[in-house]
């Protein structure tokens, strides 16, 4: 924890404090105010198995966000620096920021303004699970790398937007490496196999 975190509300180290007691319960918010999506200057390889490490590991592996995020189970607030990345990137492929697993790609972006980077499918259905999760006495569907078990999100159904699916991958941008390509749906069908 240090200054870089924005909290919701927090103006001495007592209220901080606290809020960092609720965020624990709550799940959030927190945001570095230098939180970017990583832009990936090539496809990164795909991992070949499941890749398993301590919280220790994964501690040194990645940024406070990302950790906070994948290992933690925390969700960002909506609409920072991170969702604001998603909407700038056109065509390319989402890769967890764990393991460097495919996830999803810009064909299954959403359009609508969610305050979340949000799909309505994953790019390799195979790389992402689904789960209960009935944290905070609600019940919802928590969405995860099933390469490195990385919490990214959660899935809702049925929230009317005009979709090919009804479903929202809603999903953490510190949990995302972008690849930008020049267009996803060709470089799907020449350069990945499923
Ligand atoms: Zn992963």
Known sequence: ?????????????????MGAVVMTYIGGPLL???????????????????VEKSQREWHKLLTEQQFAILRLSKT????????????????????????????FSSNERYLFDTGWPSFFAPSKEANVGTRP?????????????????GHLGHVFQGEGY????????CINGAALLFFPTEDA??????GESE
């Open 32 to 50: 570095a105010e230098d939180a970017r999506i990583p832009v990936l200057e090539k496809a990164p390889e795909a991992p070949q198995g499941k």
């Open 162 to 169: 005009s979709t090919p699916t009804n479903l929202r991958y």
């Open 133 to 149: 999760d009935d944290k905070f006495g609600t019940i919802r569907t928590e969405v995860f790398c099933s390469i490195c078990g």
């Open 76 to 103: 960002e607030p909506a609409g920072g620096t991170l969702y604001q990345d998603y909407l700038n990137h056109g065509p390319g492929y989402y890769y967890c920021a764990g393991c460097k697993t495919e996830l």
């Open 1 to 17: 924890m240090s200054s870089k975190m924005i909290f919701g509300i927090g103006m001495t180290a007592g209220v901080l404090a």
């Open 185 to 190: 749906r060709e470089s799907a069908s020449s």
